[in-house]
T-cell receptor, first 114, second 115 residues
Framework: GQQLNQSPQSMFIQEGEDVSMNCTSS?????WLWYKQDPGEGPVLLIA?????ELTSNGRLTAQFGITRKDSFLNISASIPSDVGIYFC??????????????FGQGTTLQVKP | EAGVTQFPSHSVIEKGQTVTLRCDPI?????LYWYRRVMGKEIKFLLH????????ESGMPNNRFLAERTGGTYSTLKVQPAELEDSGVYFC?????????????FGSGTRLTVV
């Protein structure tokens, strides 16, 4: 089946540093989404990307929908301790726009040292 | 507005037992999804309801899993009999719009441990 390869698997950084993570796929996606999961909670949507090449920001977060439609990245600038959590990329595969089914990456666990 | 509510938050059962997970979506959301994350892996789609109808159940692992959504409101996911590999976090999500463009609202999940 379709898969998203998300990397890195985990990151341990110093407060104030910038972070970058990405997702790649062997197939085309219509939509890319980035979620964050805090401990004991469900994933919360951070950024949604709808078309190839789109670059979108949400505060210190910036995400891009790759030109090939097969990849996306998420950057976090000037990390703070509350950025700790698991970040998931997710996509809606081409041809599945009549369903709500999402394909998720494996997650990137981020730890921030104060 | 209340969010997506899942119950229980944790469940520990023995192999061979039955467990039923419940999800209450946001009121008025016709679309309800079940997903599962096995430790360290991706969040995997299980199935999708539109109101009380199963729109897509292609992700259900096997016939030990039964999902229902009577009356198109809350949903239950029953695992019978449970096996060790069923352990994981089961997420429910709901949306008003069929397209995923706007993202879902997820519940906090049910952590199932089968021992």
């Amino acid at each position: 089946g379709q898969q998203l390869n998300q990397s890195p698997q985990s990151m341990f950084i110093q407060e104030g540093e910038d972070v970058s993570m990405n997702c790649t796929s062997s197939s085309i996606f219509n939509t890319w989404l980035w979620y964050k999961q805090d401990p004991g909670e469900g994933p919360v949507l951070l950024i949604a990307l709808y078309k190839a090449g789109e670059l979108t920001s949400n505060g210190r977060l910036t995400a891009q929908f790759g030109i090939t439609r097969k990849d996306s990245f998420l950057n976090i600038s000037a990390s703070i301790p509350s950025d700790v959590g698991i970040y998931f990329c997710a996509g809606q595969a081409y041809g599945s726009s009549n369903t709500g089914k999402l394909i998720f990456g494996q997650g990137t666990t981020l730890q921030v040292k104060p | 507005e209340a969010g997506v509510t899942q119950f229980p938050s944790h469940s520990v059962i023995e192999k061979g037992q039955t467990v039923t997970l419940r999800c209450d979506p946001i009121s008025g959301h016709d679309n309800l999804y079940w997903y599962r994350r096995v430790m360290g892996k991706e969040i995997k789609f299980l199935l999708h309801f539109v109101k009380e109808s199963k729109q897509d159940e292609s992700g259900m692992p096997n016939n030990r899993f039964l999902a229902e959504r009577t009356g198109g409101t809350y949903s239950t996911l029953k695992v019978q009999p449970a096996e060790l590999e069923d352990s994981g976090v089961y997420f429910c999500a709901s949306s008003q719009d069929l397209r995923a463009n706007y993202g879902y609202t997820f519940g906090s999940g049910t952590r199932l441990t089968v021992v």
